[in-house]
């Protein structure tokens, strides 16, 4: 088509509009179309004084149906470049802008093609000429009237979508309110929480002083009253002494073993208060380890010597394995051989026949200082309670002692940077290893 005056912009509206109807366009598109096209037509009349039009159904590789409207300047556009005199047109098709053509420089618009539209063979495309070839252009007035008419159309649809977002605002707002009015309820029961909160903290904070307090009035309870009564159980157990000494005067067998069941009750009493004594010293945080450069195979030694011969069951035997080389570990010596020995020892008591083993290896960097026996065993549901202080595993295989041992020699294995580990299981035996850092905490 040619443009060349101004009655020719109401026919190349028209034929556009036909254009977009015929290849499958949806009505809006059709009229965003058509109104692209009146005003850039308008627009190159003005400028370079007309144009030829040309439609082109294009289909991109990989890609959607378009439809392509070349505008051809019947003069150079000046500059090279065209700006639509309203800024709205570049937003009624998917593309707008120049490219050069064979030479020339056109303005170039166009709009993608439902995927949904008829398939554009060339069969129906020569079928789409002929009936754009056939059709008679309307006049300026009908075009003009059908302008109207879409214009009106639009305006409706227009008015029509304002009292859709008026109703739409008004629903906002109201959800607005509710929503601060929630905003509202909430922020008030967080404040109340909070202050609950704040309240529980400040309780918290109080019952936990008042736990340190009891804790440190406890281990100085314990270290006091554990330093009173070391003299007096020693002289008892003196004065037992001397009472069943052959140079002292004879006693009958009566008396005899009630001075010897007053010194064992003196023994036992006298350990119990080591052990609080010793335990309240770890708890208060005033025992404090001698770092040097340990020598295993000597504590091994001093170990197996006294152990040994404080062994009375005939059926247990002890075994003190050699360390490996290098057997040296940065640790306290009296701290680190006083763990070892409770744990000896506890193997010794528990343990009815078979033998109780200690042994060394490092693993992963670590030394690993385990203790087994082959006694009852421990169930799985108390491996954490034998720590507790003053607990006892109950059932044939409690025999004496304070409960303090093993709580004791946990936190000694804690203060000397390793970990006491328990691996055992009823009629198995048990294995307590002592785990520590080749080069100390």
């Known amino acids: 088509m040619a443009l060349r005056v101004e009655h020719d912009i109401f026919l190349i509206r028209q034929r ?27 627009d190159l009349l003005r400028i370079c004084g007309g144009a030829d039009v040309t439609f082109a159904a294009v289909v991109e590789a990989q890609g959607p149906v378009r439809l392509r409207v070349d505008l051809a300047p019947v003069r150079p556009l000046p500059s090279g470049r065209y700006e639509p005199q309203s800024g709205a047109v570049a937003r009624l098709v998917d593309m707008l802008g120049v490219v050069g053509r064979e030479g020339d420089t056109v303005v170039r618009m166009s709009r993608r093609v439902p ?10 495309l020569a079928e789409l000429r002929a009936e754009l070839g056939s059709s008679a252009p309307a006049s300026a007035v009908d075009e003009l ?16 979508q304002r009292d859709e977002l008026a109703v739409l605002n008004e629903e906002l707002q109201e959800t607005n309110r509710g929503v601060m009015a929630l905003y509202n309820q ?5 404040e109340e929480t909070n202050r609950g909160v ?29 330093h009173e009564l070391r003299a007096p159980v020693t002289a008892i157990i003196g004065l037992s002494r001397l009472l069943a000494d052959s140079a002292s005067d004879p006693l009958t067998a009566e008396q005899a073993r009630q001075v010897g069941l007053i010194r064992d ?17 770890a708890e208060s945080g005033r025992l404090e380890p001698n770092w040097t450069e340990v020598d295993l195979r000597a504590i091994f030694g001093q170990l197996r010597g006294t152990l040994r011969a404080l062994s009375t069951k ?5 075994v003190v394995e050699d360390p490996p080389p290098p057997g040296t570990v940065r640790s306290d010596e009296v701290l680190l051989a006083q763990v070892l020995r409770n744990l000896l020892h506890n193997g010794l008591k528990f343990t009815e026949r078979g033998q109780v083993r200690l042994r060394a290896e490092i693993r992963d960097g670590r030394w690993r200082l385990s203790v087994s026996d082959t006694g009852a065993g421990i169930a799985p549901e108390l491996h954490e309670r034998i720590f507790e202080e003053f607990y006892q595993v109950p059932g044939s295989t409690r025999i004496g002692g304070t409960g303090l041992g093993l709580p004791y020699a946990r936190r000694v294995t804690h203060l000397l940077g390793g970990a006491l580990e328990l691996a055992s299981e009823p009629g198995r035996g048990s294995t307590f290893t002592v785990v520590l850092p080749v080069g100390g905490a």
């Open 145 to 160: 009237a059908l302008q109207n008419e879409q214009l009106i159309a639009a305006l409706d649809e227009v008015r029509s």
């Open 115 to 124: 995927a949904n539209a008829q398939a554009l063979t060339p069969e129906r």
């Open 16 to 42: 556009g509009r036909e254009v977009a109807e015929a290849v499958g366009l949806e009505h809006q598109d059709q009229v965003r179309l058509a109104t692209a096209l009146s005003e850039v037509a308008r």
């Open 186 to 190: 909430l922020t008030e029961e967080l």
């Open 198 to 226: 704040v309240a529980l903290y400040a309780e918290l904070d109080e019952k936990s002083a008042q736990l340190r307090t009891a804790s440190e009035s406890k281990s100085r309870f314990l270290a006091n009253v554990s």
């Open 265 to 281: 009750s003196a023994t036992d009493l006298l350990g119990l208060v080591n052990d609080l004594l010793d335990l309240a010293k």
């Open 314 to 318: 005939p059926d247990v035997e002890l």
